[in-house]
């Protein structure tokens, strides 16, 4: 049941009231004034109600923490098959699999309103994010799309690079902690050669390893709308983060690079140094935790002297 509904009316945010008051209304006129049950019930009815009215001000739906299952993301879908208003869904920390998943899928095949949809902390597979990316494929009206902290592995990740490749609206793509390998990292890198609208990619915690982190750098030599990337707690090492600094080397769009918890030694922050050295677009660099000593620290020190973009360096 989704019991803790926000709305966003007119960019201010309220409570589940307005909503409860119509579902207290029901329950007295039927008679059930003591069923908490009957009471949550009203509730769910009365936000699927909500959406399908396309109240033009219910811009933003927030049920995140509610106990969401396939069933309920399956209401709501239907609802979002009509919904011309809402712009952005958050359904994160639920228990949202992969045939809930798919059903949203499938109304974001007709609906051309959401630009956002926050899926995350739930328990969505490979299936799950198979059916999403068949929705990125015809969707063109999505620009946020929020999977952290499910199962997706990489046959899940290689379908979603797939429909990258054809679409031209997604700007943010969050995929940290998931169960992403070497070959999502791959085909993920694929997709980043030809896609020219996504800025922000996030795959930290997962366990793209060396070549993951070097496939990605290939794509970072010749993709130019990438501004943000994420690879913390990945299992790179030494030559993964060299490879990453070769690209460095001649990208010209990169602003932010994550490697947090990684196991890239000196020689790996050796070569990043020697990249800050040429790079003139970096402007944040988060290496916190990462195995590197004296040389290691003077290589990055040493680098900062000659470079005149980078803000922020820890």
């Known amino acids: 049941m989704f019991t803790k509904g926000i709305i966003n009316r007119e960019n201010k945010m309220i409570n589940k009231k307005t909503l409860m008051a119509a579902a207290i209304a029901t329950v007295f006129a039927s008679g059930f004034m003591s069923d908490t049950m009957a009471m949550k019930t009203c509730l769910d009815e009365a936000i699927v109600v909500a959406l399908q009215s396309n109240d033009s001000s219910l811009t933003e739906l927030n049920l995140g923490r509610n106990n969401i299952g396939d069933s309920d993301a399956t209401a709501l879908s239907e609802a979002l098959k009509v919904n011309s208003s809402l712009t952005a869904l958050y359904l994160s920390d639920n228990k949202i699999g992969d045939s809930g998943a798919t059903a949203l899928s499938e109304a974001l095949n007709v609906n051309s309103s959401l630009t956002q949809l926050n899926l995350g902390w739930n328990k969505i597979g490979d299936s799950g994010a198979t059916a999403l990316s068949k929705t990125l494929e015809v969707n063109s009206f999505l620009t946020k799309l929020y999977l952290p902290k499910n199962s997706i592995g990489d046959s899940g990740t ?91 080397k001649v990208n010209s769009s990169l602003t932010q690079l994550e490697v947090i918890l990684n196991h890239i030694g000196d020689s790996g922050a050796t070569a990043l140094s020697e990249a800050l050295k040429v790079n003139s677009s970096l402007i944040k660099l988060n290496s916190m935790g990462i195995h590197i000593g004296e040389s290691g620290e003077k290589a990055l020190a040493d680098a900062m002297k000659s470079n005149t973009t980078l803000k922020v360096l820890f």
């Open 158 to 248: 290689t379908a979603l690079s797939e429909a990258l490749k054809a679409n031209s609206s997604l700007t943010e793509l969050i995929l940290h902690d998931n169960k992403i390998g070497e070959s999502g990292a791959t085909a993920l890198s694929e997709a980043l050669k030809v896609n020219s609208s996504l800025t922000e990619l996030y795959l930290g915690w997962n366990k793209i390893g060396d070549s993951g982190a070097t496939a990605l750098s290939g794509a970072l030599n010749v993709n130019s709308s990438l501004t943000q990337l994420e690879v913390g707690l990945n299992r790179i090492g030494d030559s993964g983060a060299t490879a990453l600094s070769e690209a460095l």
